[in-house]
């Protein structure tokens, strides 16, 4: 369900799930309405976590300009198959710790979590049930950013690939903003692409990197560079630590950056 916005243009929608499970302890920012998936059947988790992408990808949908707050990356699944139902063209920036590039026949995890980009430029069709309808965004429409920790297979993947790799750092993701043009972007945030230090409790650290005043920067340059139409803060603590006040303030920092005033 669409939130009731937080009063400066975006639609603020929430998804306490980490893939199928449900978080229910996550505390909401005010002026949201959690995205509750539906009754989730016993069956494998790929098919529970396709039918939570189905319900994300309706709320987005429906959001004049949707910002998603998630407990996990794999929901940017849904969040682009939404915006593609009311954009013909959505290029993808995507600021992470990690890759997230894996498919079933390189990870070495079998994490899902760790897929989503991979499944969003095509590589990994038989994660997405047919009632998505999500269609595979070029990699020359997608702008990675930092991505420090790889799988080798992963690293392979990404160097082979057409996706622009760029540190994160405001310059260098402004400047591989040019090839989109007037493409209209669907921004992606792992808090996990912030150095592991300032953020305790992260389900998977990703070591020394960028500050959280650095990050914040890149949002801010990207917001006022590219044509934004929808963004994800993807909130990947433990689930004990998900309420944590250094928690609350990095979504808080990253919400101003967006434009969006957070209220806990």
């Known amino acids: 369900m669409t939130s009731n916005g937080t009063g400066d243009g975006w639609d603020l929608i929430?998804?306490?799930?980490?893939l199928d499970e449900h978080i229910p302890a996550w505390a909401v920012p005010a002026g949201a309405t959690a995205l509750v998936g539906p009754s989730l059947?016993?069956?494998?988790?790929?098919?529970?976590?396709?039918?939570?992408?189905?319900?994300a990808a309706a709320a987005v949908a429906r959001g004049a300009r949707p910002l998603l707050l998630s407990c996990d990356c794999a929901a940017a699944i849904g969040?682009?198959?939404?915006?593609?139902?009311?954009?013909?063209d959505v290029a993808v920036v995507w600021l992470d710790g990690h890759g997230d590039f894996n498919t079933p026949a390189t990870t070495?995890?079998?994490?899902?979590?760790?897929m989503p980009l991979a499944v969003l430029t095509g590589r990994a069709p038989e994660l997405i049930s047919d009632p998505?309808?999500?269609?595979?965004?070029?990699?020359?429409?997608?702008?990675l950013a930092d991505a420090r920790d790889l799988d080798p297979a992963e690293r392979d993947a990404l160097a082979a690939s057409q996706v622009a790799r760029v540190p994160a750092d405001p310059a260098a993701i402004r400047s591989a903003l040019g090839p989109l043009g007037?493409?209209?972007?669907?921004?992606?945030?792992?808090?996990?692409?912030?150095?592991?230090?300032?953020?305790?409790?992260?389900?998977?650290?990703a070591g020394p990197g960028p500050a959280l005043a650095q990050i914040a920067g890149c949002v801010t340059d990207v917001i006022t560079t590219a044509e934004v139409i929808g963004a994800c803060i993807a909130c990947t603590w433990l689930p004990e630590h998900i309420n944590d006040p250094n928690a609350h303030e990095a979504i808080t920092r990253l919400?101003?950056?967006?434009g969006a005033q957070l209220a806990w």
Not at 41 to 55: D, E, G, I, T
Not at 108 to 114: C, D
Not at 255 to 258: E, I, R
Request: proline share 6%; aromatic share 8%; hydrophobic share 40%.
């Open 41 to 55: 059947p016993a069956a494998s988790q790929l098919q529970r976590v396709n039918l939570l992408h189905q319900s």
């Open 79 to 88: 969040a682009v198959a939404g915006l593609q139902r009311r954009y013909d």
């Open 132 to 143: 998505l309808g999500l269609r595979a965004v070029a990699d020359n429409r997608v702008v």
């Open 182 to 205: 007037r493409t209209p972007v669907y921004l992606h945030i792992d808090v996990d692409v912030i150095d592991s230090s300032q953020l305790p409790g992260l389900r998977y650290p």
């Open 108 to 114: 070495i995890s079998g994490y899902l979590g760790g």
């Open 255 to 258: 919400g101003t950056a967006f």
């Open 14 to 18: 929430v998804s306490p799930w980490h």
